[in-house]
């Protein structure tokens, strides 16, 4: 097939000098012919382009255009570019023509080659360099095929522990009669080495001892790259810092050990953050934040949250908690913190006054996993179902573990999310101990090859096991309803029946399905569903007390923030007197 393809433009300050310019390529297809249109540099001139910004123009696109070519595996190409009629690689510099009126460029892209012998030599036995499919005897030759061939065996000896490695020399030769390529890249493997110091360079006010520990530098292990950016990712993790680079050593040291220099530059040490957000069941909730990165000088994190919740209404209650994060401080990966908490709520319910302290270590397992445990004492003073002023004094643990495999952690359109939580508690005032469970397992997919489409599922399971609901703090036991749970459903207005009185259930079960459509880069329609379950026992059944809702949401896209959120949703099943229920937030549902 042959397509011309011909692009005019104008150039002078008189239309009586009016330049015009165009490209011809016989026999590229259409998608080649477009990506040298795009590629030259002489078509795209301005109105006020003058002779030498024009040949200069005409004269690279010489090398842009053939490197085109290359890429789409033609290697035999011809290229001609005249300025009124003169090949512009024959024009003196010195003495340039006083005007130029038209540029011609004429393009045959020559057959399309096939590689003949595609080699990297040497390769290491393991790990096994993995090797483009595309460069292989017989397969369609171009230059992208070879740089990848290149980067993957260089990528395998540098797993390999060979830190140095390099491309020693690459011999190609196109052979035009049988329309071959043939190439073969040789590597320079250089030592294996192991990992040396790890010094620090850039003023911070992070002790330098306090990064080497967080860092965890593995010094005397054989070179690897994840080694590398493990160190990398620990300091990055503290929050104490706006960029981290690990760079090697220019050469190795005498005796097979690698330096590297870690440069750091540090965050501003104070942060303020500022939150809303609106629902018909929930009224005006406010939230705030304070952080300071580095308390101490070793990347400590001190977090203060402040949250007001039921502005607007007779109900109002709040939280304000701190915690405090030192990471490193009983091994590289592991970070001790303190968190403390004083809450009032005033629920639909239930009120209750409580205080949290507690001491903790969380595990860093990958970037994606952590576990932690902690321990403390966790003091209630409720009214509910069961009774006025009732207390409940516990000393209680925590076992937490969370997995975040999710693409975007706001707008997640592929992967997963797993929460788990086990606390066990036990009272000190003669109360029964008991064990409460909590799982939240969220997942998302895409449909078909845009991604416009994505389907996403929330499960979430709760129980406590051991006392009676009326012996346990309602703070602890379960209700279902409003925007974290049963869209369209008041919030927390499923619970167990007292009396005719309601007081929270020992078992929770909630399911919510959502599809999302992008309409445009930045507004999404969503269809959601959720069903809620509450029982009196520690698992629900068939027999469960349950409510649904479902309804629409709109999301818009802000760049760096995330979707800002509306959703509208009505009873499905359940207590519907309260009709249409709206959300606004920031971020997706789930």
């Known amino acids: 097939m042959t397509v ?3 692009a005019t433009c104008w150039l002078g300050a008189a239309p009586a000098q009016a330049l015009t310019t165009s490209l011809t390529a016989p026999g ?7 990506d040298l249109e795009n590629a030259s540099v002489s078509l795209s001139l301005g109105d006020e382009a003058g002779v030498q910004e024009t040949l200069a123009a005409a004269l690279s696109d010489y090398l842009t255009l053939v490197q085109v070519l290359y890429d789409a595996g033609h290697f035999a190409p011809v290229v001609n570019i005249t300025l009124d009629g003169r090949e512009a690689a024959q024009i003196n510099l010195l003495t340039p023509p006083r005007s130029i009126d038209n540029i011609v460029i004429t393009v045959d892209p020559g057959p399309k080659f096939t590689f003949g012998q595609a080699v990297v030599t040497p390769l290491p036995e393991r790990p096994a360099a993995n090797l483009p499919d595309d460069f292989a005897a017989g397969r369609p030759a171009s230059t992208g095929a070879i740089q990848a061939a290149a980067t993957a065996g260089l990528a395998a000896w540098d797993r390999a522990g060979h830190a140095k490695v390099k491309l020693a020399s690459q011999d190609i030769t196109a052979d035009a009669v049988q329309q071959r390529l043939d ?9 294996r080495l192991r990992l040396g110091k790890m010094t620090i360079e850039g003023q911070s006010d992070v002790r330098r001892a306090a990064i080497q520990q967080i860092a965890g530098f593995a010094s005397g292990k054989v070179y690897h790259p994840d080694l590398v950016s493990k160190s990398s990712a620990r300091l990055r993790r503290t929050g104490a810092f706006s960029s981290v680079t690990l760079r090697q050593a220019e050469t ?4 097979g050990t690698l330096d590297f220099v870690a440069s750091v530059e540090d965050l501003p040490k104070r942060r303020f953050t500022f939150g809303v957000e609106i629902s018909s069941s929930e009224a005006l909730e406010v939230s705030t934040s304070w952080m300071h990165r580095n308390l101490f000088g070793g990347a400590e994190r001190l977090k203060i949250d402040l949250s007001l919740r039921g502005l607007g209404s007779s109900d109002v209650d709040g939280t304000v908690s701190a915690r405090l994060d030192r990471p490193a401080a009983l091994g590289t990966d592991e970070t001790l913190f303190y968190s403390g908490a004083l809450e009032k709520a005033e629920e639909e319910h239930y009120s209750a006054t409580s205080i949290l302290g507690e001491v903790g270590l969380r595990r860093i397992v990958s970037d994606t996993t952590f576990v932690e445990g902690s321990v403390g004492l966790y003091l209630v003073k409720a009214d509910d179902a069961y009774g006025a002023g009732r207390d ?3 000393l209680s643990a925590r076992l937490r573990g969370e997995r975040d495999k999710r693409n975007i952690k706001t707008d997640a359109s592929a992967g997963y999310y797993l929460d788990g939580e086990v606390i066990p508690f036990v009272g000190l005032d003669g109360r029964d101990p008991g064990l409460k469970i909590n799982l939240d397992a969220r997942g998302y997919k895409s449909l078909g090859s845009t991604g416009r489409v994505v389907l996403a599922g929330r499960v979430q399971v709760g129980s406590v096991i051991g006392p009676e609901a009326s012996d346990v703090s309602p703070t602890l ?3 279902s309803g409003g925007a974290g749970s049963v869209r369209g459903q008041e919030y927390q207005s499923l619970g167990v029946d007292v009396g005719g009185d309601v007081a929270g259930g020992r078992s929770y079960l909630a399911l919510s399905g959502e599809v999302r459509g992008r309409i445009t880069d930045a507004i999404s329609l969503v269809g959601f569903y959720d069903v809620g379950f509450v029982d009196a026992g520690s698992f629900v059944s068939s027999d469960s007390e349950h409510h649904a809702g479902a309804g629409i949401g709109l999301r818009y896209n802000v760049t760096g923030i995330g979707p800002i959120r509306l959703d509208l949703a009505v009873p499905v099943s359940g207590d519907d007197a309260d009709g249409l229920q709206f959300y606004i937030g920031i971020g997706q549902a789930f």
């Open 252 to 255: 190795p040291n005498p005796d």
């Open 4 to 6: 011309s393809l011909a």
């Open 477 to 479: 036991l379960y209700f």
């Open 28 to 34: 590229a297809t259409a998608d080649l012919s477009d």
């Open 183 to 191: 190439a073969t890249l040789r590597i320079a493997p250089g030592p």
């Open 392 to 394: 409940f004094n516990y």
